[in-house]
């Protein structure tokens, strides 16, 4: 990919939370001039280590253009976004409102002051429950919640934009993020946490009395819910080459991330109790509705165009990294 030339400094919206902290801190490695845009709700003033800040919130469209007026925007990436599958289910609304309107609001201002390139924080939930393993981005796109369906708006919404005003944008499907900063500065940190891997590590570490495993009786080799855990380093270098290709000349464009390989919640509980070193309790329960019994990406697409591979690619390694961080805030 080519360098990405005097082309303004990267808006990264969200970028105080877990994946938008990982994808600044590699930006500003390579060199990139970083402005995060966050209102701070979900994320976290201490990720806020690189590039410059400006806290604000995307509902507010007069902040957004001091914002591109004072730093000369050239590119935007977008992760400021509600993500809890069961809160978007009692509360759509707020979803909608958040994940939808916000971000027409963002690719408004973004029009206005002629930015041109948008990295979209997509989601594999996008796709529902997937009739082929592993998940090709050409899959019927049928998500099961509301949560889904607002980011499959944004998908087709970017799909107008590129037709219709020449906005160029990559869509980045995620599969399951999980890991930290191998340096431990930032990690995976949400309130409330629902995410397995930490959910796992704090059982290891003493903050909760066990892990839930939710269904035992799916059609896997083990019973639980099998799912592809990409590190969340390797989703930020997802996120520099996607911005190399737009601003080289790339076509608006969708990319699925995965490993490719799938881990069911049996195994990352043993990978957790080989890297920790704990019993780790597991404890029994219903299936959640909603789960799909297997989740795993075809990334073939990413790699090609792209050039993307990821280098994390076992789960002790990804856990490794989570139970540094993990550690690290526990001793904080």
């Not at 934009?161 to 990559?170: D, E, K, N, Q």
Request: charged share 25%; proline share 4%; glycine share 12%.
């Amino acid at each position: 990919m080519s360098n990405f030339g005097d082309t303004g400094a990267v808006l990264i919206a969200g970028g105080a939370g877990y994946i938008g902290s990982h994808v600044n801190r590699v930006l500003a490695g390579r060199g990139r001039a970083t402005v995060v845009y966050d209102n701070l709700s979900r994320g976290h003033r201490e990720f806020l280590r690189w590039g410059e800040f400006e806290e604000g919130d995307l509902g507010d469209t007069g902040r957004l253009r001091e914002v591109f007026r004072k730093h000369r925007i050239g590119s935007v990436m977008h992760f400021a976004a509600f993500t809890y599958v069961g809160e978007s289910v009692e509360d759509p609304l707020a979803y909608y409102d958040n994940n939808v309107a916000n971000t027409v609001n963002l690719l408004g201002v973004m029009r206005e002051f002629g930015a041109r390139d948008f990295i979209f924080s997509s989601t594999a939930a996008i796709f529902g429950n997937p009739d082929v393993v592993p998940v090709k981005e050409e899959h019927p796109r049928r998500p099961i919640n509301p949560y889904g369906r607002s980011k499959l708006m944004i998908e087709d919404i970017l799909g107008d934009c590129s037709a219709a005003y020449g906005l160029r944008s990559v869509c980045l499907r995620y599969f399951n993020a999980a890991g930290a900063d191998p340096a431990a500065e930032i990690g995976e940190w949400h309130e409330p946490e629902t995410h397995l891997v930490p959910l796992v590590l704090d059982a290891a570490i003493g903050a909760r009395d066990n892990v839930q495993i939710y269904g035992t009786d799916y059609d896997t080799p083990d019973g639980t819910c099998v799912r592809d855990y990409i590190h969340v380093m390797d989703l930020a270098e997802a996120h520099f080459q996607a911005l190399a290709y737009l601003r080289s000349g790339g076509e608006t464009n969708a990319f699925n991330l995965g490993n490719g390989r799938g881990f069911s919640v049996r195994e990352v509980i043993e990978a957790a109790r080989s890297v920790t070193g704990k019993e780790i309790r597991a404890v029994e329960a219903p299936r959640r509705p909603g789960d799909p019994a297997v989740l795993v990406a075809d990334s073939g697409k990413a790699m090609k165009v792209l050039g993307w591979s990821p280098r994390y690619n076992s789960l002790e390694g990804i856990v490794e990294t989570a139970w540094a961080w993990r550690r690290k805030m526990k001793a904080g």
